[in-house]
C-alpha cells in the first residue's frame, strides 16, 4: 500500500514538474480555481443550510476544480513537449484506449518525414508526419501498398503537424474518434495478420519517449 503511494506521488511530482515547466504560473491557477469551484458550490450552501455544511461542500469542490484544470494543463504540456518529434502521433494514439494498433515508420524518408499505420475499428489510417509536400507522396505510396493487400478494407489518411492544413497533436484524438466503425474483433485481427507481412521501416525512428497525454480515465486512476 505505501509503496502504490509512494509511486503515485512520485508520478505526481513529475507530472507538476513538467507542467510548471510549460505553465509557470501553474500555482496560482490551482488556487484560483480552488478559490472558484469552493465559492460557487460553497458559498450558496453556506447561505442555505449554515457555514459546517458550506465547508464541507465546498473544500471537495474547490479540488475538483483545481484537479480538473491540473489534469487540462498537464495532458497540454505533455503534448507540447513532444509535438514536432518524428514518432509523436505513435506515441500518443499508443496511449489512447480504444484497441488502436501502431506501427511506426512504416515508410521514413531521409529528411525523417515519417507515415505511422494505425490499425482499429474504423480499418487502417495512415498517418503523416513532416513536411506536407513530401509526406503527401509518402502517404499516397503506402496506401496504394495498403490497398494492394487489404482491397476491401477502409484506408485513411491524414497529416498531424504543426504546418498549415496539418491536424495538431492535440486534436488527434478528436479525429480518430470522428472516423466510423467499419471492423469487429475478428476482422481487425484478420487486418493485422495480412499487414505483418509489409514491413516496413519500423524501428528507424522510435516512438518518443517521456510523459504522455493519457485518456480521462487514466488521469482520473493517477490522481
Not at 498537464?74 to 489512447?96: C, H
Not at 509526406?135 to 487489404?150: F, I, M, P, S, Y
Not at 489518411?157 to 479525429?175: A, C, F, N, S, Y
Request: charged content about 20%.
Amino acid at each position: 500500500m505505501f509503496t502504490r503511494i509512494r509511486t503515485t506521488l512520485s508520478a505526481l511530482a513529475k507530472n507538476w514538474a513538467m507542467t510548471q515547466k510549460a505553465f509557470p504560473a501553474l500555482p496560482l491557477e490551482i488556487l484560483g480555481c480552488f478559490l472558484a469551484g469552493a465559492l460557487v458550490l460553497g458559498l450558496p450552501i453556506w447561505l442555505w443550510l449554515g457555514p459546517i455544511t458550506g465547508i464541507i461542500v465546498a473544500i471537495p469542490a474547490g479540488l475538483l476544480a483545481a484537479t480538473f484544470w491540473f489534469s487540462r494543463r498537464a495532458m497540454k504540456a505533455a503534448y507540447t513537449q513532444i509535438e514536432g518529434e518524428p514518432g509523436a502521433a505513435g506515441a500518443v494514439i499508443q496511449s489512447l484506449r480504444g484497441g488502436w494498433v501502431v506501427t511506426a515508420g512504416v515508410a521514413v524518408s531521409k529528411n525523417q518525414d515519417l507515415i505511422t499505420r494505425v490499425v482499429g475499428k474504423p480499418g487502417v489510417i495512415l498517418i503523416g508526419e513532416g513536411s506536407p509536400a513530401r509526406v503527401e507522396h509518402l502517404l499516397a505510396n503506402e496506401r496504394k501498398k495498403t490497398a494492394r493487400w487489404l482491397p476491401e478494407t477502409p484506408i485513411y489518411d491524414m497529416q498531424v503537424g504543426m504546418h498549415p492544413g496539418q491536424i495538431p497533436l492535440r486534436k488527434l484524438q478528436r479525429e480518430l474518434n470522428k472516423l466510423p466503425r467499419n471492423l469487429r474483433g475478428g476482422a481487425i485481427t484478420e487486418v493485422r495478420r495480412k499487414l505483418d507481412a509489409l514491413g516496413g521501416a519500423a524501428g528507424a525512428l522510435p516512438i518518443p519517449k517521456g510523459p504522455l497525454p493519457t485518456s480521462a480515465r487514466a488521469s482520473r486512476r493517477q490522481r
